[in-house]
């Protein structure tokens, strides 16, 4: 694979193409959130079931990335990538044909799935590819894609429920993941990285550092993607908001974030990268008990700076992991850190958010998960490996 010095012509180019998968891989998995509201009234279920959605979808991501981190390099990152993109067209080309709400627990888990092989395998693939004193844009610039799919989804699903209903959505995803399959197969290179995952494994799970990433990742992915999840409920069964003024809120809300993305990556080199992941966990914790605790008229306030914070923590995550671990395992660590962390932290928390919606409140949900964000924000400290 060639190697690039600098962020520009063609190495930007290839840069902005897996910017994109990422946007898309993504942004398959948030679309349940805008249209869940829809769902939930079609079939008639609660607020935990349909937040359900998302353990199946979070459990099917969390071990493909487990998995991914062991035979990706052996199969081969690129291939992985392309069968990720035509499993992920072929789900989505069949979810439209859903008619028992039960059936989305089994797509749900495959697209998780899919989705899934696309990190572990991206990430040997961006710091192969670029110079290491370019890690840190080129990761920060590729994970920016994550918050700006996350800003538009809402608004993507209002614009296009305009024109089909929230089924044909899923049909729009199929038709680009199939030409993005295509596409990234004749414009990329291969990797394959050889190594015994048996023994790289025994020495990984060994390391302290793994699981205090693990643990922060959790944490962060909940107060993101777990309470993105569950917003739309929130806003509009719980506070009585419409629906289009509630993915507006929430499309908004994530918009700050798409500047911080990419901001981090251009100061990680400048400031203590420790420091700065402990400044995002600690506000982002502050920012989601705000949220659970105001009134409605500022609740959109303080999602607004939630998200901006929490959104700055996953490409410093990033970096950190690729500092932290040898080309050798990075696939494998990355893997196994967002296996612990999505399904959990993506899975699990919007299940018990739901849940709380159903038996309390979703504030008392909001303002537990807050708290416990915040007690975990000094765990970064415990990493030697950074400073």
Known sequence: MEHHKELKGQALLFLLFLWFLWFCNLGVRVIFSPILPLVEDEFAVSHARAGSIFIFQSIGY??????????????????????????????????????????????????????????????????????????????????????????????LALFLLHFVKWRGIFEV????FLLSAVLFYFTSDELEIKHSEKTMLGDLVKR?????????????????MGIYFIVPLYLTKELSLGIGYANTLLGVSRFGGIAV???????????????????????????????????????????????????????LGLVSMARMFSRE???????????????????????????????????????????????????????????
Not at 83 to 90: K, P
Not at 208 to 224: D, Y
Not at 357 to 369: M, Q
């Open 329 to 387: 395992v990075r696939g494998l660590a990355t893997g196994l850190t967002l296996t612990i962390g999505v399904t959990c932290g993506g899975g699990l928390m919007p299940f018990f958010l739901g849940l709380s919606g159903d038996l309390l409140s979703f504030r008392f949900g909001i303002s537990i998960l807050g708290i416990a964000v915040i007690l975990s924000s000094g765990l970064i400290f415990a990493l030697r490996e950074i400073k």
């Open 173 to 176: 995803f199929a038709v680009i």
């Open 261 to 315: 993305a990419i901001l981090c990556g251009f100061l990680v080199d400048r400031f203590s990268l420790r420091k700065m992941i402990f400044m995002m966990v600690l506000l982002t914790g502050i920012f989601t008990v705000l949220m659970g605790v105001a009134s409605v008229r500022y609740v959109g306030i303080f999602l607004f700076f939630q998200a901006l914070v929490v959104t700055g923590f996953f490409p």
């Open 62 to 155: 969390g071990l493909s990335m487990f998995f991914s981190g062991f035979y990706s390099g052996r199969l081969g990152y690129k291939k992985s990538i392309v069968l990720s993109l035509l499993v992920s067209s072929s789900v989505c080309f069949l979810i439209p044909f859903v008619n028992v709400f039960s059936a989305f627990y089994l797509f749900s888990f495959v697209l998780g799935f899919s989705t899934g092989v696309y990190l572990p395998s991206v990430m040997p693939l961006i710091t192969e590819y670029f110079d290491e004193r370019n890690w840190g844009k080129s990761i920060a610039i590729h994970d920016s894609a994550a918050s700006i799919s996350i800003f538009s989804m809402p608004f």
């Open 208 to 224: 302290r550092s793994l699981w205090i990433m693990a643990v922060l990742w959790m944490f962060a992915a909940g107060a993101n």
